[in-house]
């Protein structure tokens, strides 16, 4: 068991190190941008962080084939993602949403760079996600595979997925209390966009319809089991670990799984909701399931 986690560790470690790479270069340098809009889109997109989307995204490609070059295929796939969600935690973190003022260890993008620029910068990475996505097609993903990606960007991401969660959530503050309500706003806040990931890079693979269904699925159940933990972890957590400050969910009023059905129960449902999407992957015919199963129970243990 140690052995395969450090095996995985250095797995997405690996992974980690390319999407970075990539994430230098995804905003051209020869674009005429202001100064400022590129300093702060680059502040929050170059912050670190897990990856763990862009890395879901190069595994699934890797695991449907069994070939490490459709990791390559699906970087555009996974450099869009990121940049959804950065975009997504700029936004999150305005007075008018979560009002944090760290993410990641270090000041909001609001904070630096003023309510106005740091919108503006939103406004950008989540433009530049979908030309981004788009030079799929140069890396020899068919044309067919990479508009579907596209397609799906925008509702995984869209009004009825992550921003539709993040309107729910904010209802949520407002008294929206059951566990079946809290469900949805993680689905969607959260579970789609990982589900979104791994169906990409199935897609750069060239994956099979029953292939992807059992990707997306697995995805919505283990970033359920994600989301879950999170609200754990900010219960449980170590602050200089999370990067944030703890309990910010009760601050704010907002209802989590530990709130409504206690820590020993979340654990309960982080643990069953990751092995069912384990047992569906491992049914899909994929070349090397290992790698996202390592991954799945890797986030299932995670501590930030």
């Not at 936004?91 to 009002?99: G, S, Y």
């Amino acid at each position: 068991m140690q052995q395969e986690s450090m095996a995985i560790g250095l797995y997405m470690q690996k992974r980690r190190e390319r999407v970075e790479e990539a994430l230098k270069n995804a905003i051209p340098a020869d674009w005429r941008i202001p100064a400022r809009l590129r300093e702060a889109a680059l502040y929050s997109l170059e912050a670190g962080g897990k990856r763990l989307r862009p890395i879901l995204a190069l595994a699934a490609a890797e695991s449907v084939s069994g070939d490490e070059k459709d990791c390559e295929r699906a970087m555009p796939f996974a450099t869009a993602v990121e940049m959804v969600h950065t975009y997504s935690l700029i936004h999150d973190d305005l007075p008018a949403m979560d009002n944090d003022d760290y993410r990641r260890g270090r000041p909001t993008n609001h904070k630096v760079f003023g309510e106005a620029m740091a919108i503006l910068a939103g406004d950008g990475l989540l433009t530049h996600a979908f030309y981004v996505a788009s030079q799929a097609v140069a890396l020899g993903v068919p044309a067919d595979r990479t508009l579907a990606v596209v397609a799906e960007l925008a509702r995984f991401g869209g009004l009825p997925g992550m921003v539709g969660g993040q309107a729910d959530d904010m209802q949520g503050e407002q008294g929206i209390t059951s566990l079946e309500q809290l469900e949805n706003i993680h689905l969607h806040k959260t579970a789609d966009l990982i589900a979104f990931s791994l169906r990409a890079g199935g897609h750069a693979a060239e994956a099979g319809g029953r292939q992807l269904d059992a990707l997306g699925l697995f995805g919505r159940n283990v970033g359920l089991a994600f989301q879950i933990q999170d609200d754990i972890l900010d219960v449980t957590g170590d602050e200089a670990k999370l990067g944030k400050p703890l309990k910010s969910d009760e601050r704010q009023g907002k209802v989590t799984y530990p709130y409504l059905i206690g820590l020993e129960e979340s654990r309960k449902r982080v643990s069953s909701l990751t092995e069912e999407g384990i047992e569906v992957l491992s049914a899909a015919g994929l070349a090397r399931p290992d790698l996202l199963v390592g991954i799945a129970r890797s986030m299932m243990r995670r501590d930030h």
